[in-house]
């Protein structure tokens, strides 16, 4: 039973080259980099290292772990994983919008491993004491986390906050509505007694764990840089071509065969593959909107000097029309003319509002330059 659920060693190295090749024709640059070593990675996790030497006075390990060469049942979880890690990877290069979204999502750190690295690393630096909060004469001991006293660091409470005017994090699918941004503990319960120690505990490990699933942290420098050059075009991109597999050429067939006399004529190529999508040609246009979509869910960090605290601004997909019109300076003084400081109409003036715009639109249109005679002739 073990050998028949034996993967070969042939097979492994089948798909990591397979994983491999997709990686390198992936159209985003990031993504290519970030999916060859997370492939890498996965696979030098489950290498079978050489057992270590046994040091003295060493409490043996109560259950040994069983090595994957003799696990036949995590091999063919592997295997599944790994199968289905390539497929992935070979309909986002087919240009499928949904999978191509997804490796761009786990490429620039909105979702996936990627993601609880860089919340980690966000959070670290404001959890540490400082030196304000920490004196030698009297130590004020923090307390544990999840405890009564136990606050959110202010960077995650402020990110959570910015999260919620954002609306294109649910309408993309890519996280859920955090409700409250602190943890939300009653007084009392619905006996109207007071509420468990235990009880609140649970109640703030359970918001940290749901606010840390739906939390989207900001990208390092480099690689913002690398998304904004993308998308204003900054950075220059141009489609990989790939290299076309040689496939054995087609047997001859006969109209005359025996399952076409049994059977009947068969429908030709239908829609069933395009139910969940269709490959797109991977224009510039159509990896714009896919970048567009993953800058939304980008915080940038700003300083606000009036509440003097990092604040978090969000990019928006589409950008309206701007409200204003350019000025000339020549023009600025005769725009309020006729207004008196507190913007009320001045009964006593020379001339009538439509006089006034009349005018300005007769100078504006002088400005421009005028066509020539010879320009209007005809032959």
């Known amino acids: 039973m073990s050998s028949a659920l034996h993967v070969p060693p042939e097979t492994w190295r089948s798909l990591l080259r397979s994983l491999l ?3 390198s024709y992936l159209p985003d640059p990031v993504a290519r980099v970030y999916m060859h070593a997370d492939v890498l990675d996965r696979f030098r996790r489950h290498i079978p290292r050489p057992p270590k030497s046994k040091a003295k006075n060493k409490p043996k390990a109560a259950t040994p772990k069983i090595p994957l060469k003799n696990d036949p049942l995590k091999q063919i979880l592997l295997q599944r994983s790994a199968t289905k890690q390539l497929s992935l990877l070979r309909r986002a290069n087919e240009g499928y919008s949904k999978p191509l979204e ?3 999502q786990m490429a620039y750190g909105r979702r996936g491993k990627r993601r609880k690295q860089l919340i980690f ?3 670290a630096p404001h959890c540490a004491p400082t030196e304000e909060t ?3 004469l009297e130590p004020e001991p923090e307390p544990a986390i999840f405890a009564d006293g136990w606050r959110p660091p202010a960077i995650m409470v402020d990110l959570l906050k910015a999260q919620n005017h954002n609306p294109m994090i649910t309408a993309s699918n890519a996280g859920h509505f955090v409700k409250h941004a602190e943890p939300n503990i009653p007084e009392k319960n619905i006996w ?8 609140r505990r649970n109640m703030r490990k359970d918001w940290y764990h749901e606010a840390l699933r739906n939390m989207f942290p900001p990208l390092p420098d480099a690689e913002l840089e ?5 998308i204003s075009g900054d950075i220059p991109w141009t489609p990989l071509k ?5 496939e054995p050429p087609a047997p001859a067939r006969s109209s005359l065969d025996v399952k076409f006399l049994t059977e009947g004529p068969h429908k030709e190529g239908t829609f069933d593959h395009f139910v969940d999508g269709r490959p797109h040609v991977l224009t510039r246009r159509f990896m714009h909107r896919l970048w567009k979509r993953i800058s939304c869910l980008v915080p940038r960090q700003v300083w606000d000097a009036r509440k003097k605290r990092i604040a978090f601004t969000w990019d928006v997909l589409h950008s309206g029309p701007s409200l204003s019109l350019p000025l000339q300076e020549s ?4 725009v309020f003319q006729g207004i008196d400081a507190t913007g009320r109409i001045i009964k006593d003036q020379p001339e009538k509002v439509e006089d006034m715009i009349e005018a300005l639109s007769n100078k504006h249109d002088d400005d421009k330059p005028k066509a020539t005679e010879k320009g209007l002739s005809t032959n």
Do not use: H, Q
């Open 21 to 23: 090749r997709e990686c």
């Open 102 to 104: 997804e490796v761009l």
């Open 121 to 123: 690393r966000m959070i």
């Open 134 to 136: 920490t004196t030698e």
């Open 192 to 199: 109207g007694k007071p509420i468990a120690p235990s009880r």
């Open 226 to 230: 690398a998304l904004d050059g993308l």
């Open 242 to 246: 790939r290299r076309k597999s040689l």
């Open 331 to 334: 023009l600025s003084s005769t």
